[in-house]
């Protein structure tokens, strides 16, 4: 809910790194944020959402974002050998994880030292409101080649449910979680090409599909309740290299496109295809995007976490810094907080 009253008729000058990881872009903070505060990430999370969300649609949405801007909050870590913490924000709200963040975020942060006591480091720890991610980055002259992150404990909810959307008729389904939950629909099945041509009509199914199943089946992470709500809809297909795997496009929060492979998508997808017999401990796969960049997942290790057996999955993706930016929130500017259009 937004605070709408003295804080929201402040100016705020905002600073920015800009980055993205396989196309879909990540704009960092880096000051001008209120500080958060919180003993946990979920704390801190509760806290952005209740108090600073005019800020998140003022820095997402347009004049200053779109429908498919995504954002990375820095916050101090809530672990004793954490490293820092962030919160990833987008068109909907905040999110709970988010891999192209993370690979992303590990790039800006190693590459401009804007963290001074972390200058030298290659591996981070990073406090996320779905729980630790550790970061490790291949560092050559001084520039980040490409970054691998061990993420939180994934694992599948369900194989094979079925449903009927409107205007599709009957889908079959998985869900699975990797920092998020996810479902999880074969394209070819339900007539849908994964290239960009056919984004609209992506949008449209991946938000009735979103919608359909969110009302069907209540999720719920033994971890917290915070973590408990469907995030978004992946198609899955064939790739258009044959070397790779499979192709990942995931339709999240309100109808936002993902231009990479998704890590937190990777991930899911890699707790699905254990869960199948599909994929081996240590078995690399690379999954492609709408737009041709690619992800690389496997397994590290397998576990259990309440009544889910689980797999800790590890992605690496590369990121690049496109720009920096300064942006004025304008007291006197009637459309200061943002607008979308979708």
């Not at 870590?77 to 924000?89: C, H, I, K, S, W």
């Not at 449910?161 to 998985?174: A, R, V």
């Not at 960009?196 to 209540?218: F, N």
């Not at 899911?268 to 997942?297: D, H, M, P, W």
């Amino acid at each position: 809910m937004n605070d709408t009253g003295n804080l929201s008729s402040k100016e705020y000058i905002i600073s920015t790194v800009e980055a993205h990881a396989g196309g879909e872009p990540l704009r960092v903070i880096t000051s001008g944020f209120p500080p958060l505060s919180g003993k946990t990430m979920l704390e801190k999370r509760r806290q952005a959402r209740a108090k600073w969300d005019f800020l998140r649609t003022a820095l997402m949405w347009e004049p200053r974002g779109h429908a498919d801007m995504y954002g990375a909050i820095i916050t101090n870590p809530v672990t004793a050998d954490g490293d820092l913490g962030v919160l990833f924000l987008h068109n909907e709200g905040f999110s709970t994880m988010c891999g192209h963040g993370i690979i992303a975020l590990t790039t800006v942060v190693l590459e401009t030292e804007m963290i001074p006591r972390l200058k030298g480091k290659s591996t981070l720890h990073i406090d996320t409101p779905a729980g630790r991610v550790t970061s490790r980055a291949r560092i050559k002259n001084g520039r980040v080649q490409n970054v691998s992150f061990t993420n939180v404990p994934s694992f599948a909810v369900c194989l094979g449910e079925k449903t009927d959307i409107p205007g599709l008729g009957q889908i079959t389904y998985d869900i699975a979680f990797g920092g998020a939950f996810y479902a999880f629909c074969d394209a070819e099945k339900i007539g849908l090409e994964l290239t960009p041509g056919h984004i609209e009509k992506l949008i449209h199914m991946g938000r009735s599909i979103k919608k359909t199943v969110a009302g069907k089946l209540p999720l719920i992470h033994p971890g917290s309740k915070d973590l408990g709500y469907l995030y978004g809809t992946i198609f899955i297909g064939p790739p258009l290299d044959p070397s790779h795997h499979s192709r990942n496009v995931c339709i999240f929060a309100e109808g936002e496109v993902d231009r990479s492979p998704t890590g937190t998508g990777v991930s899911a997808r890699a707790a699905l295809l254990y869960a199948r017999k599909e994929l081996k401990l240590n078995q690399n796969f690379t999954v492609e995007s709408i737009i041709g960049t690619c992800f690389e997942g496997r397994i590290m290790e397998t576990g259990r976490l309440g009544s889910y057996k689980t797999v800790i999955p590890e992605v690496t993706g590369s990121a690049h810094i496109t720009g920096r930016s300064t942006f004025q929130i304008d007291p006197r500017d009637p459309l200061r907080f943002g607008f979308i259009l979708r």
